[in-house]
């Protein structure tokens, strides 16, 4: 019998945002369980510390940084039409491999990776999509950053105003899960939930409102309150897809994984972590992951090893028994055996780097080098989470080893595009007269 595969992503949730990673605010009763029943990462990093590029990185079990389009951060809704900037459909992906094998694929939510008629999840091998393609997208009136109306069902416009984002995305997942019961058949379900990013709205709200919707330059917007509330909602969320696994009988034979796209933004917990969104500090790279799989997985684990985005979709392609592309290596690594022996660790070195601030990052085991502008740091992360005690003085050796192995890697990489642009060079030009 195949493995089934629930990939749930939120976004912008903070490394402590949830009760089993330290949360301060009971929010996450149902995450708190699936940590209960399966195994919990402590050093689990997302590919990148901005939304797009991660997804880059998730859908294609390689580096973003072999993507032009990742080097947008993040890709805006400037770039419909765009013929380059987006998940080339000639690249394998993880559901494009899962399709060859048999498994029907679906993503409800967030895509994200290019518009159409260039791109879209259809072209990447998904069978079936529902939810935004853009970035931000209002919880009840549905339009993105640009004022457009951004819901559709396989490439069509889906209507669906005065619902609920959340609530919504759940409803499809659930609704999907009962569908493939009755059909019998492996699949993906890839689950990428809008919140808790902005705008900050929450059920209660009821209806869309003008004042939150969607106004990304109102800095007084929102309030930690209503941020704990809407990741209490994406928990409720996440419950209700993992009961319908119970009382479907698939639970058994799916693998679940709940992440972040990247680390959390104004209103998050990162807790001990310093930083977050667009920041190559801790806070902005490291996330939760939460795996449940009760076929394999010695339920109330917690590992130490070191993982990253796309090693999860490298692990999922293995399961599955697909053939890689040698055209395409993944840089994704396997992690079967720590879910088989959560005691099993290995040497898992990690790189990334951005164009804002022209940060540059690399860990390997308890040490960091963290590079910000022209300032160099070494940390190690084992004594020292919060990144306060830059040992680059005491470790020169140490320090121009891991710099000369981080620009080792970045040459094989390619340069990032001159042309690119990162957040912060992104003002209200690019946004529509209101």
């Known amino acids: 019998m195949k493995t089934n595969f629930i990939f749930i992503v939120a976004d912008d949730l903070g490394f402590a945002d949830l009760g089993c990673y330290g949360g301060r605010v009971p929010v996450s009763p149902n995450l708190d369980r699936m940590a209960q029943r399966g195994i919990r990462f402590v050093n689990g990093y997302a590919n990148s510390p901005v939304c797009s590029p991660t997804r880059f990185g998730m859908i294609s079990g390689r580096y973003q940084y072999r993507f032009r389009g990742a080097a947008e951060e993040p890709m805006t809704g400037r770039f419909r039409g765009s013929d380059t900037v987006g998940m080339p459909p000639s690249h394998p992906s993880l559901p494009s491999y899962l399709k060859a094998l048999g498994y029907d694929t679906a993503l409800i939510g967030k895509w994200h990776l290019g518009y159409p008629p260039h791109f ?67 699949f993906l379900l890839s689950l990428h939930y809008t919140a808790p990013h902005w705008p900050w709205e929450t059920r209660s709200q009821a209806k869309a409102n003008p004042q939150t919707d969607l106004d990304i330059t109102d800095k007084q917007s929102g309030s930690i309150e209503i941020y704990q509330q809407m990741i209490r909602e994406l928990d409720e969320g996440c419950g209700r897809v993992l009961d319908a696994l119970d009382e479907l ?14 680390g959390g933004e104004r209103f998050s917990d990162t807790w001990p972590l310093v930083g977050g969104k667009m920041d190559l500090t801790e806070g902005g790279i490291r996330v939760p992951y939460i795996v449940q799989w009760p076929a394999t997985i010695p339920a109330g684990s917690v590992s130490a090893q070191h993982c990253m985005t796309m090693d999860w979709s490298a692990s999922i392609l293995r399961i ?76 020169p050796e140490r320090l121009a080893a891991m710099r000369e192995a981080y620009l080792n890697w970045a040459a094989s990489m390619g340069e990032i595009p001159a042309e690119a642009r990162s957040e912060d060079v992104y003002t209200l030009a690019d946004m529509p007269a209101r």
């Open 120 to 186: 879209s999840p259809e072209k990447s091998g998904y069978r079936y999509h529902f939810g935004p393609l853009s970035g931000g997208v209002s919880y009840f009136s549905h339009v993105d950053r640009t004022r457009k109306h951004d819901m559709v069902e396989n490439g069509e416009p889906a209507d669906y105003t005065g619902q609920y984002m959340t609530d919504l995305l759940t409803d499809k997942a659930v609704g999907y899960l009962h569908e493939r019961k009755a059909q019998d058949q492996p």
């Open 249 to 262: 009988g698939l639970a058994e034979n799916t693998m679940v994984i709940f992440t972040s796209d990247n």
């Open 320 to 395: 599955a028994g697909a053939e890689i592309d040698p055209a395409y290596p993944l840089d994704g690594v396997n992690l079967l055996p720590v879910l088989q022996d959560p005691a099993h660790q290995f040497e898992r070195p990690l790189f990334w780097r951005m164009k804002h601030r022209d940060q540059r990052a690399y860990r390997l085991g308890s040490w960091k080098y963290l590079k910000v502008n022209e300032h160099e740091y070494l940390f190690n992360l084992d004594q020292d989470q919060r990144e306060r005690a830059n040992k680059a003085t005491l470790e």
